[in-house]
């Protein structure tokens, strides 16, 4: 199958319940990594300060938040004129399956973080 029907307003809900889950785990993950960043910055300047050298280089990835993409998703199937629509099996994996070309670096991410979809 490589071309399904959707109903608009399922389309919908979808994308709004994966839109919600992202920002819930990216919230979390970038509360988490301010907490590492700022430990790890506290540290580095105590070292500076007591003469134990510099550290300027920190291993924290920074959580990226793919908020805009979902929206634009959102935006697209709400100006949409007609109540169903056509996708395509990447388009369903994406916007219905939340299996975008960003996710497994997301959630690799944020696992750092203990953070887990």
Do not use: C
């Not at 105590?46 to 908020?67: C, M, N, Q, S």
Request: glycine letters at 4%; a negative charge.
């Amino acid at each position: 199958m490589h071309l399904i029907k959707v109903r608009k307003a399922d389309l919908m809900a979808e994308l709004i319940k994966n839109k919600t889950t992202h920002t819930e785990l990216y919230t979390k993950a970038f509360a988490k990594f301010s907490d590492y960043a700022i430990e790890a910055l506290q540290a580095a300047l105590l070292e500076a300060k007591t003469g134990r050298g510099i550290k300027l280089h920190f291993d924290l990835p920074v959580p990226h938040d793919h908020t805009a993409e979902y929206d634009r998703a959102i935006k697209m199937v709400e100006m949409s004129v007609d109540e169903n629509l056509e996708l395509t099996e990447p388009e369903f994996a994406q916007l219905v399956m939340d299996d975008w070309g960003w996710k497994q670096q997301f959630t690799a991410s944020n696992s750092r973080y203990g953070v887990n979809a």
